[in-house]
């Protein structure tokens, strides 16, 4: 295995992993913000057509998905060349004038250009994770890969609770919010953020390997990894039955109104920022990396069979701290990857597994909301509405084959 790079003291360690910290809340606040009232402003500029809207809608989310896969390797690449601080500086800038486009979009193409914009300069979270595995010794790195799941989870709950708020305000409001938190982000870590990678230590940069398929080849190159990889792929499908049917399934079944649906979502994440910023690091250190991944895949599994068969609200409930354990598996898959690349490579492999993810977010809607459809059609054969949250458990018990058979210590 390749030499990491030396440790850095704890007090730097711990004041760049705060900066990364905050740069991830502020950048999912900014995402989630927008998350309320984008549909919404999509619908006025079809004129209230609601069909011609979730069609379009659908477009947003695909080709978001697709920037990420095509250019979380790239700016991955790039930070293995120029470093990791310029290009989170950049992308936060990129991302805070593409928010101000958005909020004076005068047309539906505007709102697609921004959102093709959002989907590539938010593929730097690839950069954040490189940068943690450059900060931090191999032994806490599932912890702090923790910490980056409790930031996704804190602006997941916070963001579209002040996105629906504003939202009622104006439409566009949320944006120009938005585009102030990406900006001040970008001008906070200027003076605050230092360089991770030292000038000797980083790579060349080469087109074939910085696309999307070049990208793989990394993975390709260590059996585990490339494994592991499989891992977070399948559980990346999984992931996606829950923006996709949370609304459609609580409201099919249960009959929850949006204060209901908002006030569960907000318990989600919660619970994933308690599980990411704190149960990780105790696991990790009672258990193993490798015994945390299944651990969390197999609670996860749980969690998603008991959303499909719950027959009512309160069950329901009952599944979404059994799901929050599923918290535990991320960290622990992205410790045990790092600590077998080169430290000249980190940002490739974080490119290589978020482009992976972006594929996924690209199979995972369509897949639940076809699953979902043909359970409750008047032609189903099987009338079972949680079919796509026991499809999800499926994906996960794979997961967690494949984990136990390529997973070590």
């Not at 354990?325 to 600590?339: D, E, K, R, V």
Request: hydrophobic share 55%.
């Amino acid at each position: 295995m390749n030499q990491p790079l030396a440790a850095p003291s704890t007090p730097v360690r711990k004041a760049a992993l705060a900066f990364i910290f905050v740069t991830v809340v502020l950048d999912m606040l900014a995402l989630g913000i927008i998350v309320p009232v984008l549909p919404m402003l999509v619908l006025q500029f079809e004129g209230g057509n609601s069909a011609s809207a979730a069609t379009i809608f659908g477009v947003f989310s695909t080709v978001f998905a697709a920037m990420q896969f095509l250019f979380s390797p790239f700016l991955g690449a790039l930070s293995d060349r120029f470093g990791r601080r310029p290009v989170v500086l950049i992308s936060n800038l990129g991302l805070g004038l593409d928010y101000i486009v958005m909020a004076a979009a005068p047309s539906v193409y505007w709102l697609l250009l921004g959102r093709t914009i959002s989907g590539i300069c938010a593929a730097t979270f690839s950069t954040a994770g490189a940068y943690i595995a450059d900060v931090t010794p191999p032994e806490k790195r599932a912890g702090s890969f923790g910490m980056l799941s409790a930031a996704f989870g804190l602006g997941f709950v916070i963001g579209p609770a002040v996105g629906g708020l504003l939202g009622a305000v104006s439409p566009r409001l949320p944006f120009w919010v938005a585009a102030a938190l990406s900006l001040s982000n970008a001008c906070y870590g200027l003076f605050v953020l230092p360089e991770s990678l030292p000038a000797d230590r980083r790579a060349t940069f080469d087109w074939k390997r910085a696309n999307p398929l070049g990208a793989l080849g990394l993975l390709r190159q260590h059996a585990e990894v490339f494994g592991i990889a499989g891992v977070v792929f399948l559980a990346a499908i999984a992931h996606e039955v829950q923006p996709t049917m949370w609304v459609l399934y609580t409201d099919y079944r249960y009959g929850w109104d949006t204060r209901t649906v908002g006030l569960t979502l907000a318990a989600v994440g919660i619970l994933s920022a308690v599980v990411g910023g704190g149960l990780v690091r105790v696991a990790v250190r009672r258990l193993g990396e490798r015994n945390c991944l299944l651990t969390g895949l197999l609670f996860g599994s749980i969690g998603f069979a008991i959303f499909g068969f719950a027959p009512t609200g309160s069950i329901f409930c009952a599944g979404l701290p059994v799901l929050a354990l599923w918290g535990l598996s991320g960290p622990a898959a992205q410790s045990l990857m790092t600590q077998r690349i080169d430290p000249s490579e980190q940002g490739r492999l974080q490119g290589a597994v978020s482009g992976l993810q972006g594929v996924a977010y690209m199979i995972g809607p369509g897949l639940f909301t076809t699953t979902f459809a043909a359970s409750i059609g008047d032609h189903a054969r099987w009338h079972q509405p949680g079919s796509p949250f026991l499809l999800a458990a499926l994906f996960l018990a794979a997961a967690f084959a494949l984990a136990w058979a390529v997973a070590r210590r």
